[in-house]
C-alpha cells in the first residue's frame, strides 16, 4: 500500500524501490551491451536477470553480443521440463523470426540423458544451471544462424548428419547415431543446428560450473566430448570469437591414449577362407599401434577397435538374416584385445587378417584416438547387411577425424563392400610429412597369419624338408621319419597320435645318423620338421574346437538371453555402463563373443547329441588328444636331441621367409578389388549363316572375381565369387543398334582349396565346389529366354601355391527353364567343365586363361528329347599397369558356343572344322578395363 503525502515511507521501501532500479538498471544495461532484452514478468525476475547475466559471462566476451539484431526472452508462466520449450505449439522454443525466445516455467525432466551429469546439483542449483543454458542456446542459435556452423561437415560428420534425399529414402534430416546419450540432450537429435547449440549448452555451463565437484574429471564434458568441442573450438577461433580453454587433463583417456607414444593406425581386413562362402566379404577393423614403452605389453594384449553389429547370442536364423538386412541391429565400436580377434578370427574361423597402414598425419592420428573413445560410449549406428556395415562404419569414424576438409566417399550407394572400401581408402591421396603425395592407404606385407593357412605353408615347408633331410642323411635313417610323416598326414587323428608317439624315435634315428660336418644343418631341419608338424596339428584342434562350438549351439533346448545375450539387452546395458567413467573404470567390460558363448553354454539346457554330432565331438576329443601328444613330443624332443637349436633364431627365419614371400606376391599382385567392374569390349561374331558382324559389349559387375585373380583388397585366389555380373552385346548400324545377346550372373560361386589332409571327412572335403544362377537372353535361339541354376563338384588336377596357376576338372548338374512368349521348355541334365589358367610374367597378375563345359539335357516341352550344349572361352588377362591412379586390364578373347542335337551329328570330318547342326556362336574381342 502506498504512503500518504506527508507521512514517511514504510520499512523496507526505500530497499524495494533501490532494488528495483538496480534491477531495471541491470536489464537496460544487457539491452545496451548485448542487445537482451527482457520485459514484462522476465525483466521483473531477479534471479532471472542474474542468470542471464551468468549465461552471457560464460561465453568469450565477442560472443555476448549476437548477431541478428535485439533479442527478447519472453517469461511464461506456463511450466514446462527444464524452463525451455520443445518445438510444439504449446511450448515453442522461438518465436518464427528468431526475434524471441521463450522460456517457461521450470520444472525437471524424466529425460535421462539431460539430467545425467547433475545429479550432485540441488534442484536450486539445477534451475540455475538450465536458465543460463537457455541464454547460451538462444545465442549461440544465433551465431550458427550467421555462420552456418552446423552446415559444415565438420560438424555434420560427427553424428553423421544426413540431409533430406541424400540418401536413398531419407526424408527428413537424420542423425546416423541412433543412441540419445550422444546427444546432450533429446532436442539435439532434431537437427545439426540444434545438436551444436544443445552441445553448446552443456560446453559453456557444465555442471562443475555451479558446483566444483559436481562430477569427476572425466565424466566432465571436456573430458567425454573431444570432437565437438574441438569443432566448436576451431569455430570461434575461425570467426574471430574467442579461444576456449585448453582441455586440461582427462586421466582416463590420457592414460588410455598414450598419444605421444601412438606410431600408426593400421586397417585390418579379416580375409576369406576359400571354403566358407558365408566369410567371401571379410570385415574390416581398426588397430591403433603404439610404440613399445618401459613396459613391455603382450601381442594379444593390444588394442583392436572391431565394428560389429551387437547380436548378442541370438540364433542365426531366418530372424536373423532379416533383422541384419533391415536395421534390426546395431554397429558399435568395441575396443576389445588382438588376443580376442586371433581367437574368433584366426584360430575359430581360420581366416588370415591382412594389414593396412592409414597415412594419417599427426593431428588427425589424434583425433582418431578421441573418435575411438566416444564412438565405443556412444557410437550406435544402424547396421544394415548392404550398406550400413562395417566398414561403412570405419568411414564414418574416419571422416569424422580427417583434417582440412578431406572426406572419403563410401565406394556404393546400394552396396558398401569392405574390399571396395580398400579400393575407396587407396585411391585417396595425401601429402606425408616429406611432401610426398601417397595413398591414405598402404599395405604391410605381414599379415596375421591363421592357423589355417600355416598349416598349409607347413606342410609345404614339411616336403621341402624331408627332401633337404634326403641330401643330408642315409635312406635307412629317414624311412622312421617318412613312416611317421605318412601317418602325420592322415585324416584320422588316432593315427595322427600314433604318429606322434614314435615321432621322437624317428627324429632321434635320423639325427644320429648324421654326419659330424652335416649334423647341424639336419638338427635345425628336423627341428624345423617338427615344428611345422605342430602347426598343423594345432590348425587341426582349432578347427574341431570351432566345429564343437556350432554343435553345441545347435543342441541348446534354452538360453537365458538376459543382459549379453538379447541384442537389445545387451545395447541398453552396455550403453547403461559406459555412462559413467569412474564405474567403468572399474570393471572390465566382457566383448570376447566366443567367452561369452563359452561361458552361456555351461549353464544352458541342451538336447543329447545326434549321431553324427557325437561322431564330430568324439572325434575333436580325438584331435585334442593328438595335439597334446604333439607338443608332449615336441617337448621332450627339444628338451633332449634337439636342445642345442635356437628356437628365437627359428621363429625368426621363419617370419622373415613369410614376409618376403608375401611382399613379393604384393607386388605381382593387382591392388584393386573385383568391386564394381567395367570392361566394353569391341569385336566380332562369326555367326553360322551369313557374313561376319561387328559387335560391341559392355560388362559390368557389382562384383567379380575370378578364379586364379590375385587382388590386395580382393578375396583368396583360390575362390570366384561374381554377383550381378551382366554384359550386353549390340551390333552398332545406322540408327538404333540391334540387340545381339545379354547375360546376367545374379550370384555365382567356386572354390578349388581342399581341406587339409588331416581335416578331410569325406571325399567332398579333397575336392572344391561350384554354384552359379543365371539368365540370359538370345534372339537368334528359337526359345530367346533362359533362367540357369548349376552345381558342380571340382577337382584340382595341379596347381600352383597360390592358384595363380592351375588345371581343374568338374562335374555337376544343370537345370534350365528356356521360353518364348508362346512355350516353355525346362531341361536338366549333367554338365562336364574345364578351367585352366596359366599365370603369366609381370605385376598385376597377368593370366592366360581357358574355360569349356559340355552339357547334354533331356528337354520337356513341346519339342521333348535331348539336347547338347558345349562353350569354351579362351582370354588372355594382359595388365597394362597404373597411369596416375587408373589401372588398365587388356582382355583380348576367343569364344564359341553351340546348342543342338549332337546324336545327329556324324562328327568331324577330314579337313573340316564345321560344327554339328544347331545355333553355332563364334566371336572375337578386345576388351578394355580401366579403375
Not at 514504510?10 to 533501490?18: H, K, N, T, W, Y
Not at 553480443?65 to 518445438?87: C, N, S, T
Not at 536395421?327 to 576389445?336: I, M
Not at 581342399?754 to 537368334?780: C, F, H, I, N, V
Request: overall charge neutral; proline content about 5%; glycine content about 8%.
Amino acid at each position: 500500500m502506498a504512503a500518504r503525502a506527508g507521512e514517511p515511507a514504510p520499512a523496507g521501501v526505500p530497499e524495494m524501490l533501490s532494488n528495483a532500479t538496480a534491477l531495471a538498471a541491470r536489464v537496460a544495461a544487457l539491452e545496451g551491451t548485448a542487445g537482451i532484452v527482457l520485459r514484462d514478468a522476465a525483466a521483473r525476475d531477479a534471479a532471472l536477470v542474474a542468470d542471464v547475466e551468468a549465461g552471457l559471462a560464460a561465453l568469450p566476451p565477442a560472443m555476448r553480443r549476437p548477431p541478428g539484431g535485439r533479442l527478447e526472452f519472453v517469461l511464461h508462466p506456463e511450466a514446462a521440463p527444464l524452463g525451455l520449450g520443445d518445438g510444439s505449439e504449446a511450448h515453442p522454443d522461438w518465436s518464427g523470426t528468431r526475434e524471441q525466445f521463450h522460456l517457461y516455467r521450470y520444472v525437471p525432466t524424466e529425460e535421462r540423458r539431460a539430467a545425467l551429469r547433475l545429479s550432485r546439483l540441488t534442484d536450486a542449483e539445477t534451475e540455475h544451471l538450465w536458465r543460463r543454458r537457455a541464454v547460451v542456446h538462444a545465442v549461440m542459435q544465433r551465431w550458427d544462424d550467421a555462420h552456418g556452423w552446423s552446415r559444415r561437415p565438420q560438424w555434420r560428420r560427427l553424428d553423421g548428419w544426413v540431409l533430406p534425399f541424400e540418401r536413398p529414402l531419407n526424408w527428413k534430416e537424420t542423425a546416423s547415431i541412433t543412441y540419445a546419450g550422444a546427444f546432450s540432450r533429446a532436442r539435439g537429435q532434431v537437427s545439426a543446428s540444434l545438436d551444436l547449440v544443445t552441445f553448446a549448452e552443456e560446453l559453456f555451463v557444465p555442471a562443475e560450473s555451479l558446483r566444483a565437484d559436481a562430477l569427476p574429471v572425466d565424466d566432465q564434458v571436456r573430458c567425454q566430448e573431444l570432437s565437438k568441442a574441438r569443432a566448436v573450438s576451431e569455430f570461434l577461433a575461425e570467426a574471430r570469437l574467442g579461444v576456449l580453454p585448453a582441455r586440461g587433463g582427462c586421466p582416463a583417456f590420457d592414460t588410455w591414449a598414450e598419444a605421444d607414444a601412438l606410431s600408426h593406425l593400421e586397417v585390418l581386413m579379416v580375409a576369406a577362407t576359400g571354403r566358407q562362402p558365408q566369410s567371401l566379404f571379410g570385415h574390416l577393423l581398426l588397430r591403433p599401434v603404439w610404440r613399445e614403452g618401459a613396459v613391455v605389453q603382450g601381442p594379444g594384449f593390444e588394442r583392436v577397435v572391431q565394428l560389429v553389429a551387437l547380436t548378442g547370442m541370438e540364433s542365426k536364423g531366418l530372424g536373423y538374416l532379416m533383422k541384419g538386412m533391415t536395421g534390426g541391429y546395431s554397429t558399435v565400436f568395441l575396443t576389445g584385445t588382438l588376443g580376442d580377434v586371433s581367437h574368433e578370427s584366426l584360430e575359430l574361423e581360420q581366416r588370415t587378417i591382412r594389414r593396412f597402414r592409414l597415412n594419417l598425419t599427426p593431428g588427425e592420428s589424434q583425433r582418431m584416438l578421441e573418435r575411438i573413445w566416444e564412438l565405443e560410449r556412444r557410437g550406435y549406428l544402424g547396421y544394415y547387411f548392404f550398406t550400413d556395415n562395417c566398414a561403412a562404419a570405419l568411414l564414418f569414424m574416419l571422416n569424422g577425424a580427417l583434417e582440412d576438409g578431406r572426406r572419403v566417399k563410401a565406394p556404393g550407394t546400394l552396396w558398401v563392400l569392405p574390399t571396395a572400401t580398400l579400393d575407396t581408402l587407396a585411391k585417396t591421396q595425401v601429402v606425408d610429412a616429406n611432401g610426398r603425395a601417397v595413398s591414405l592407404l598402404e599395405h604391410i606385407p605381414d599379415a596375421f597369419e591363421s592357423t589355417g593357412e600355416r598349416a598349409r605353408r607347413a606342410l609345404a615347408e614339411q616336403e621341402r624338408l624331408i627332401a633337404r633331410l634326403a641330401a643330408l642323411l642315409p635312406a635307412s635313417a629317414l624311412v622312421p621319419l617318412r613312416g611317421v610323416h605318412r601317418q602325420l598326414q592322415a585324416a584320422e587323428p588316432t593315427v595322427r597320435r600314433q604318429g606322434y608317439e614314435h615321432l621322437t624315435h624317428a627324429v632321434t634315428t635320423a639325427l644320429d645318423s648324421a654326419r659330424p660336418l652335416s649334423r647341424g644343418e639336419a638338427r635345425d631341419a628336423l627341428h624345423a620338421w617338427v615344428a611345422h608338424a605342430v602347426r598343423v596339428e594345432r590348425a587341426a584342434v582349432d578347427q574341431a574346437e570351432g566345429e564343437t562350438l556350432a554343435i553345441e549351439r545347435e543342441r541348446l533346448v534354452s538360453l537365458d538371453l538376459q543382459g549379453e545375450g538379447a541384442a537389445s539387452n545387451g545395447a541398453a546395458d552396455r550403453q547403461r555402463l559406459f555412462e559413467r567413467e569412474d564405474v567403468l573404470q572399474r570393471k572390465l567390460a566382457v566383448l570376447d563373443r566366443t567367452a561369452l558363448l563359452q561361458q552361456a553354454l555351461e549353464s544352458a539346457v541342451k538336447r543329447p547329441p545326434t549321431p553324427d554330432e557325437l561322431k564330430a565331438l568324439v572325434r575333436a576329443e580325438q584331435t585334442e588328444a593328438a595335439f597334446a601328444a604333439a607338443t608332449e613330443a615336441q617337448g621332450t624332443l627339444n628338451d633332449g636331441p634337439l636342445a642345442e637349436v635356437d628356437p628365437r633364431a627359428f621363429l625368426a627365419s621363419d617370419h622373415q621367409r613369410k614376409t618376403v614371400a608375401e611382399a613379393a606376391w604384393a607386388r605381382g599382385a593387382q591392388r584393386d578389388s573385383g568391386a564394381a567392374r567395367t570392361v566394353v569390349s569391341g569385336g566380332v561374331d562369326f555367326p553360322a549363316r551369313g557374313s561376319a558382324r561387328p559387335v560391341v559389349s559392355l560388362r559390368t559387375a557389382a562384383m567379380g572375381e575370378a578364379l586364379g585373380d590375385e587382388r590386395l583388397h580382393g578375396f583368396q585366389s583360390s575362390s570366384e565369387l561374381r554377383v550381378l555380373d551382366g554384359e550386353l552385346s549390340v551390333e552398332p548400324r545406322w540408327g538404333v543398334p540391334r540387340i545381339l545377346g545379354s547375360s546376367l550372373t545374379l550370384v555365382g560361386y567356386r572354390t578349388l582349396l581342399p581341406e587339409l589332409p588331416q581335416q578331410q571327412r569325406s571325399l567332398s572335403d579333397s575336392l572344391g565346389w561350384g554354384a552359379e544362377a543365371k539368365m540370359s537372353t538370345d534372339p537368334d535361339r528359337a526359345l530367346p529366354y533362359r533362367a540357369l541354376l548349376r552345381a558342380e563338384a571340382l577337382g584340382v588336377v595341379a596347381a600352383s601355391e597360390r592358384f595363380d596357376t592351375f588345371l581343374a576338372v568338374g562335374l555337376g548338374a544343370q537345370a534350365t527353364m528356356t521360353w518364348s512368349q508362346w512355350q516353355t521348355a525346362p531341361a536338366v541334365g549333367p554338365r562336364l567343365s574345364l578351367a585352366h589358367r596359366t599365370g603369366l610374367p609381370g605385376p598385376g597378375g597377368s593370366a592366360l586363361r581357358l574355360e569349356a563345359a559340355y552339357a547334354p539335357a533331356w528337354r520337356a516341352g513341346t519339342v521333348s528329347g535331348f539336347t547338347d550344349e558345349a562353350d569354351a572361352t579362351l582370354q588372355v588377362e594382359w595388365y597394362l599397369g597404373r597411369v596416375a591412379q587408373w589401372s588398365v586390364l587388356l582382355t583380348p578373347r576367343a569364344q564359341v558356343h553351340w546348342e543342338g542335337p549332337l546324336g545327329a551329328w556324324a562328327g568331324l570330318r577330314l579337313g573340316s572344322a564345321t560344327l554339328p547342326e544347331g545355333l553355332a556362336q563364334r566371336r572375337l574381342a578386345l576388351g578394355v578395363e580401366v579403375r
